[in-house]
């Protein structure tokens, strides 16, 4: 009956359309702080939540608005969609007429206190995916989904996939496959990359990359670990 209740008290942390979430921040034990996007630059943040002193959040992304943001900075940071995330298809055509349509991606939550940057949020089902996304060169990838937020100024779907390359070595080129299976609504939108398959390379040469990706909408919320870092 006790798991049955956890359970359910897990289930109701978030709402059918993820767009509402509420957990808690690994690391915070710091004071209360919101919780921003960044995507149109420090001076303009979209807040989308608060944590308290305990790390406890909520975090909604519905109903956002980049009304305040002027002209100049939105054609700064928006731009074409097949640039917005973050595998890259060598072709933009494999887009088809949804290539040019606009969008803008934020990779990371942002803390702020009192208006000032205090920290930054990694969203990741495996903490071992932190060190890859902080420095993909140098430190390997693992087998995980990791988590970001994509505007689109309208609905778009994405279903598609597209062979791309990586350098494994100066000469030694590597196919690397991106599944896209995503429906962008007009707004914010939670997006999963959710890594496959990783090629094992040369560890004195590069680390080890993702050469299989799917990238969805967020699937299941209660795997996201909201990892803090502070300054």
């Not at 949804?98 to 939550?109: G, I, N, T």
């Not at 990838?141 to 309208?154: C, D, L, N, T, W």
């Not at 991106?178 to 090629?199: A, R, S």
Request: hydrophobic share 35%; aromatic share 12%.
């Amino acid at each position: 009956m006790k798991s049955t209740l956890i359970l359910l008290y897990m289930c109701c942390f978030f709402c059918a359309n993820a767009q509402e979430m509420r957990g808690k921040i690994k690391n915070h034990g710091k004071s209360e702080m919101d919780m921003v996007l960044m995507l149109f630059g420090m001076d303009n943040p979209i807040s989308i939540g608060t944590v308290n002193k305990k790390g406890e959040f909520t975090a909604n992304l519905a109903n956002l608005t980049i009304d305040h943001i002027s002209e100049d900075n939105r054609s700064m940071s928006i731009g074409p969609l097949y640039f917005n995330f973050y595998f890259k298809c060598n072709d933009s055509n494999d887009f088809g007429d949804d290539a040019e349509k606009r969008a803008a991606r934020q990779d990371y939550v942002r803390l702020t206190n009192k208006g000032e940057w205090a920290g930054t949020v990694f969203l990741v089902s495996d903490e071992n995916l932190i060190p890859w996304l902080e420095d993909g060169g140098y430190n390997n990838a693992v087998k995980g989904s990791f988590y970001e937020v994509i505007y689109a100024e309208e609905d778009i779907t994405v279903n598609m996939t597209c062979i791309s390359s990586v350098y494994a070595a100066d000469n030694e080129e590597v196919p690397t496959e991106y599944i896209f299976d995503v429906q962008l609504t007009k707004g914010f939108n939670w997006v999963e990359y959710t890594i496959e398959e990783v090629y094992e390379t040369d560890p004195d040469v590069r680390a080890s990359f993702p050469s299989k990706v799917s990238i969805s909408n967020l699937k299941d919320p209660s795997k996201m670990l909201w990892v803090g870092i502070y300054y």
